[in-house]
Every structure is written in structure tokens, then in C-alpha cells.
């Protein structure tokens, strides 16, 4: 059964400072993986899209890692602010391409001052 | 504005009511697809639409019925409602089903 792992499941840290979000999953044959941001209440935003081929990318203060040979995906949250207190959402997808995305849970981060 | 409309943003209804939800897809956008979370739960992929067609389904109750009108905009039916229908539903579209998801903000419905 496809799956998508995310730890921790929740997390707070200090306005700054770094924090890495971790994703794992057994989806396969493997499309491409994608990072949200998902403020409470409100819809997903993209953070970053990356093939089998890619292994890092990044997006401002954010940046994605992928190893598809562990099937493990990072999410580095660099001088964390107070806005990026959200949940963040692994999503893959399989090969395909036109079959849905499979979801993570999600890890809720809170910045706190 | 992601570009993806969603009407209404809020609706609170009563258990065994019926209610439309509606979505307006990003300009271009051909595939629309329907989600639910419930209160602190992932994203529960429920149905899409391609150009008109169900393209896939996943755990969508078969109280819960939608389509794609042709012009491109979709909606989502919920009849018979339960207290645990109670979520947040939302829709996403993108240009060919493959990349490109854009989701919209979201409706919340509340069954009392």
C-alpha cells in the first residue's frame, strides 16, 4: 500500500533557529514528491517539486532534500520565523503521474518568540 | 489568490441535509480533484475530474457524489449529512493532472 510517513509528528522551536522535517515513503513507482505549507484552516501552498532525478532544491529560507534509493525526502527550515508556523506536508505521487498524490500527515511546527 | 475558487467558504447545516460545494479551477487548469480533512487529519483525496471525466475515486462515501461541468468547473454533492461529515473540504486543479497542483482555500463545513 502506498504510504507517506512524516516525523515528528509536531514540533516547536525558538524564532531563528533551524529545524529539518522528515519524510518517508513507500510509494512506488515514484513520480516526483512535493513539500506544503499548510496554515490553519487554509489551503496547501507549494513549496518545492522534485523528480527521482533531483536531489536537493530550495525555495528561500526552505530547502528540500530527496534520496530515492531510501526513499526519504528533508525538509530544512533555515532562521526560523514566526510566520512559518504551520503544518508541512510531504505529498508523492506515483509514476504515472495521473493517479492522486498520496499525503503525509503533515508535521505541525510552532516558531515561538 | 491562488487562483482556485471555492464557494462558500463557510456553511453550517443540519444532519440528513443535502449541500453543493463548488469549485472554480485555475484558468486552463483541465483536472480538478476533491479532498477532505477532518479536524487534525490529513488530506483524504476523495475524487478527480479530467476535462469532464471521473478520472479517479478514492474513499469517497456513496453519499458523496460529484462532477465536471464543461466549463471546467466542479461540484462537489453531500446529501444525507453526519455529524462526521464535519470537515474541511478542499479542491485543488491542475493542467494535466501531473504537476502543477494548485489548491484553493478551502470550504468548512460544519454538521450539527
Known amino acids: 500500500k502506498n504510504q507517506v510517513e512524516q516525523s515528528p509528528q509536531s514540533l516547536i522551536i525558538l524564532e531563528g533557529k533551524n529545524c529539518t522535517l522528515q519524510c518517508n515513503y513507500t510509494v512506488s513507482p515514484f513520480s516526483n514528491l512535493r513539500w506544503y505549507k499548510q496554515d490553519t484552516g487554509r489551503g496547501p501552498v507549494s513549496l518545492t517539486i522534485?523528480?527521482?532525478?533531483?536531489n536537493t532544491k530550495s525555495n528561500g529560507r526552505y530547502t528540500a532534500t530527496l534520496d530515492a534509493d531510501t526513499k526519504q525526502s528533508s525538509l530544512h527550515i533555515t532562521a526560523s520565523q514566526l510566520s512559518d508556523s504551520a503544518s508541512y506536508i510531504c505529498v508523492v505521487s506515483e509514476n504515472s503521474g495521473n493517479t492522486p498524490l498520496v499525503f503525509g500527515k503533515g508535521t505541525r511546527l510552532s516558531v515561538i518568540a | 489568490d491562488s487562483g482556485v475558487t471555492q464557494t462558500p467558504k463557510h456553511l453550517i447545516t443540519a444532519t440528513g441535509q443535502r449541500v453543493t460545494l463548488r469549485c472554480s479551477p485555475r484558468s486552463g487548469d483541465l483536472s480538478v480533484y476533491w479532498y477532505q480533512q477532518s479536524l487534525d487529519q490529513g488530506l483524504q483525496f476523495l475524487i478527480q475530474y479530467y476535462n469532464g471525466e471521473e478520472r479517479a475515486k478514492g474513499n469517497i462515501l456513496e453519499r458523496f457524489s460529484a462532477q465536471q461541468f464543461p466549463d471546467l468547473h466542479s461540484e462537489l454533492n453531500l446529501s444525507s449529512l453526519e455529524l462526521g461529515d464535519s470537515a474541511l473540504y478542499f479542491c485543488a486543479s491542475s493542467p494535466d493532472g501531473k504537476y502543477g497542483y494548485t489548491f484553493g482555500s478551502g470550504t468548512r463545513l460544519t454538521v450539527v
Open positions: 522534485m523528480t527521482f532525478s533531483e
